[in-house]
């Protein structure tokens, strides 16, 4: 039933050699990242936003991811650095108008010009398709080709005209190494935050306990006072005691202090109390004569 000498087999067919390895249409690769969310899997619409490694999502994905964790998705290798809404950029994009979009291939029977872009860029005029290298500034999410980037060198944006430096210039959909790249500054950025985080919070603790600070510098003087009181009191108290029988010299010593003060106290008292008689005194003197006068006129008769 076969092999009767009408075919006659070649070595190719009877021994198997190792299979070969399927090579990735690069067209197909660029049209997924440049035409397609990293996230869903779905056609890119805006609003667009990219992460900080340079990945272009569908907001609406993101957030949603956002919202649930935990549900699973195809690539979510992808989003795992991206911890809010706050470690995204909405891009500002420029669109092509060459590109006639699925409204002209709705039924599917004319050619689409898979390198034909949605996005051009404002400067240059090239198409984002994959060909060329984009960038996108973090300060205001502004699309520009490497190109225009190169050719016209400014700190300024060249559509909206916000400030930039060149650490906010990503790169989108760039090579392994440019990831990895972009990885470690994000990380820098990152550790920065955290540590101005902690520098600004140390400050605030600082800032709302100098009240604190005060009542607990005022309260140890308070409380010297109170024991220097203390210990007057109970050194003139031993003192009274110990004076009789004379045991100790110290308490003589606070003893005749003590009688001393007091004496002058006693000295200012009778001064104050000398001062405000003879005030009474003579107030009273100048009454009584006016008293006096009063009578002597109303009861001595009149000679005519």
């Not at 906010?168 to 990885?183: H, P, S, Y």
């Not at 955290?194 to 005022?218: G, W």
Request: charged fraction near 30%; hydrophobic fraction near 30%.
């Amino acid at each position: 039933m076969g092999c009767d000498g009408g075919t006659i087999p070649k070595r190719h067919e009877l021994v198997k050699g190792p299979k070969k390895v399927e090579k990735v249409d690069k067209n197909a690769e660029l049209a997924a990242k440049w035409k397609y969310c990293a996230l869903s899997q779905e056609k890119l619409r805006r609003p667009i936003v990219a992460c900080e490694m340079g990945r272009l999502f569908n907001k609406d994905a993101v957030i949603e991811y956002l919202l649930d964790k935990t549900a699973e998705r195809p690539n979510v290798e992808a989003v795992t650095h991206i911890r809010g809404i706050k470690d995204i950029k909405e891009l500002n994009l420029t669109d092509n108008p060459a590109w006639e979009g699925e409204r002209r291939n709705s039924k599917g029977d004319r050619y689409e010009d898979i390198h034909c872009g949605m996005f051009i860029c404002p400067v240059v005029g090239l198409e984002m398709n994959g060909k060329h290298r984009f960038c996108y500034l973090q300060t205001c999410g502004c699309v520009f080709s490497d190109r225009a980037m190169k050719e016209v060198k400014t700190e300024i944006c060249h559509k909206c005209g916000d400030p930039f430096k060149e650490e906010d210039v990503i790169v989108l959909n760039g090579t392994k190494e440019e990831v990895e790249k972009l990885r470690e500054k994000m990380e820098e950025r990152r550790t920065k935050a955290k540590t101005k985080k902690s520098k600004k919070s140390k400050t605030a603790a600082i800032v709302s306990t100098p009240s604190e600070s005060k009542d607990d510098t005022q309260s140890p003087e308070v409380e010297v006072a109170e024991k220097t009181s203390l210990q007057n009191g109970g050194e003139s108290s031993h003192a009274a005691v110990a004076g009789p029988s004379g045991s100790s010299g110290s308490s003589k010593g606070t003893n005749s202090s003590t009688t001393s003060a007091t004496k002058r106290s006693i000295q200012s008292m009778e001064e104050k109390s000398e001062v405000f008689k003879s005030l009474f005194t003579s107030h009273s003197s100048a009454k009584r004569t006016k008293d006096q006068t009063s009578n002597w006129v109303t009861h001595t008769p009149y000679h005519f």
